[in-house]
């Protein structure tokens, strides 16, 4: 029986653990552990005997693995972040385009309010495939000033706790000037906690470095 994960689905190894995240219920959970290895020998593409596959029937009853192997259980990775762009000191921007980057969270804001997490990130998966099938505006310095007008808002805006909402604003914001960055999910197992951040290449645009670093990606768009 050839077994994946369902789309939306996404998972990682971190501290000899298996996280998954459930996008369309907005839900982390662990693996338990009578289940790892079974699970390892799925990723790595190996046949799986009956009583193997049983010890993972409840992520087959959750509907979180799927019969066939078009979306298989692959680990997402990014490049690791080796600097970040809170490091460098920032061009100036002008009140318009904070403007602007304030409004790009408050649409963001109500986004999620009216709608999911899940349908907001189909909605950059989307806007950025658009993005890479056309021809990116992208260099590391119009990427810095784009991103430097969404730092300038935390005057206006608090920061804390929202990593996710700010980052999908900063993905929207930069995609609308066909700037393709990616967001990425992380998570920290012990104890468990979720992370979110915005990167370009090996960048970091709205964290630092040594805050990112401890958190394992789960989901990269």
């Not at 990723?43 to 193997?52: K, N």
């Not at 950059?124 to 993005?131: C, F, G, M, N, R």
């Not at 056309?134 to 300038?152: K, M, Q």
Request: contains cysteine; hydrophobic residues 45%; glycine residues 4%.
């Amino acid at each position: 029986m050839s077994l994946a994960l369902r789309q939306d689905v996404f998972f990682c190894r971190a501290n000899n653990q298996i996280a998954l995240l459930d996008l369309r219920a907005d839900r982390y959970f662990s693996l338990p552990a009578v289940a790892i290895a079974t699970f390892e020998k799925l990723a790595r593409g190996d046949d799986l005997e009956d009583i193997e596959i049983r010890s993972l029937s409840p992520l087959i009853k959750a509907n979180l693995l799927v019969p066939g192997d078009q979306h298989k259980v692959v680990q997402q990775e990014i490049v690791l972040p080796t600097h970040s762009l809170l490091d460098h000191s920032l061009p100036t921007s002008s009140i318009g385009k904070i403007v602007l980057a304030m409004v790009s969270q408050v649409k963001t804001t109500a986004i999620l309010k009216m709608g999911t997490v899940c349908s907001a990130i189909h909605q950059i998966q989307a806007h950025k495939q658009e993005v890479l099938k056309s021809t990116p505006s992208g260099t590391e310095d119009i990427v810095i000033r784009a991103a430097a007008d969404f730092l300038a808002t935390r005057v206006f805006i608090s920061t804390q706790d929202r990593c996710l909402p700010r980052s999908i604003a900063l993905m929207h914001y930069l995609l609308g000037k066909s700037l393709p960055a990616s967001l990425v999910v992380g998570v920290q197992m012990t104890p468990f906690i979720g992370h979110a951040w915005v990167q370009y290449g090996d960048m970091i645009l709205n964290d630092r470095v040594d805050e990112v670093l401890p958190y394992t990606p789960i989901m990269v768009v």
